[in-house]
C-alpha cells in the first residue's frame, strides 16, 4: 500500500528510469542499451544501476535519433505518456536536430521503403533477371 505522506524520491537507477519515462519498453531493453553504450549521463558512460537525480543531464540514441535531455522528476511507476513527458525536457539544440532528421527523413525517404508485402510475379521476373544479368 502507499503511504500518502511518503516523501519524494531522490534518486533513481538510470534504467528504470529509461523505462519509466518511456524511452524503452522493458527494463530489460535500458538495460541492453546502457550497457551497449547507448546511454550517458552527464557524458559518460554508465551501468543500468547508477543513480540519477533531478538536474542530470541524459543523451539517449534509439537508432539515428539522439535525445539530450534533462532530468525532471522521478517516477516509481511507468505512467501515460503526457505523465511520462513531464520527467524530462528535452534541449533546444537536441530538438532542433532531431526536427532537421524529420525533415530529412520526409524529403528523401529510404529507397523501397514504400514497397508493402510481397513482390508480384512481375517485380520477381524483373528480380530474377537483374540477378543473373551479372
Known sequence: MTNPEQTALE??????????????????????AIAAGHVRVGGHSVKPAREIRCGDQLEIAIGDVVWAVVVQGLNEQRRPAVEAQRLYQETRESGQRRAAQQEARRLAPVPGSDLRGRPTKKARRQIRGFNESF
Do not use: G, P
Not at 534518486?11 to 541492453?32: C, E, I
Open 11 to 32: 534518486h533513481m537507477r538510470v534504467d528504470k528510469w529509461l523505462w519509466t519515462a518511456r524511452f524503452y519498453k522493458t527494463r530489460s531493453l535500458a538495460a541492453l
